[in-house]
């Protein structure tokens, strides 16, 4: 779990105006989401994920390219994404009862229909097959690549392990090989750096994957936080039309979230917002 920085503080100057002049296309991923049979009433008005999910075209140099928020085309249209963090090596955390999943977040998410997507690490995915299935079928969610270990792409990065640049390949297949594993089918050819640390290396690396890379404009800070309260003033205060709102699905390190997340929604509803998923928001 990590206390997210704000991106200007994780990302220089020229990567960001790389993200900005990239231009969408359809999407060239080897795995793009798939409809579900027999959606819900929530599919059916329209929260269904489409079968080919937009993407961001690379970058100079065939860079992966990084969407941060929508463009002035998605109107008050607000992205909550929440990152399900497990790192390789917590197995044994784990087993002696330590929860990394939240369910009744994502039950709360259900019940007020709130669209979102969820930044999984394969790790997760391995501990939790259940929660990963039905995440991964439940039409009102898609289900993204968080790498499968959750370490450190990009140098020292919030006291994560680091990862060797050449296994930044292998962690990422590695992740949409567990979500495969338990039978998730919406899964969208978007990645979150752990921590939100990159480099150019890093997105050179990631290039191969076919992936854009999802950051954000909003940081919950719900990351160890105990004042539901406080995540949600800071949401609700950084929100613009096309925000993407980063939180947390992790129950152990983020206790918080669903009672923040209970008072942020009907705020932004109230506001005229609405709520959507990445994809969602990257085709507008």
Known sequence: MTRYAPMGALVRATLLSLSLTLTLTSCGNDSPASPTENPTPAARAGHAVAQRPPTVAPGPGGLTPVFRRGTQAAGRAVALTFDADMMADQGK???QGERFDNPALIALLRRLEVPATIFMTGRWAEEYPAQAH????????EIANHSYSHYSFAGDCHGL?????ERIGQDVRRA??????????RVVPYFRFPGGCYDAAALRALAPARVTAVQWDVVGG???ATDADAVARQVLDAVKPGSLVVLHCTRSAAPVTEDAVRRIVPELRGRGYRLVRVS???KR
Request: glycine share 6%; charged share 30%; proline share 6%.
């Open 176 to 185: 949409f090989a567990a979500f495969r594993s338990v039978g998730a089918r």
């Open 93 to 95: 955390r784990a087993a």
């Open 161 to 165: 392990p680091r990862l060797d640049r």
């Open 280 to 282: 969602d928001l990257m």
């Open 222 to 224: 719900d990351a160890f």
């Open 134 to 141: 039905e995440i991964g079928n439940d039409p009102l969610f």
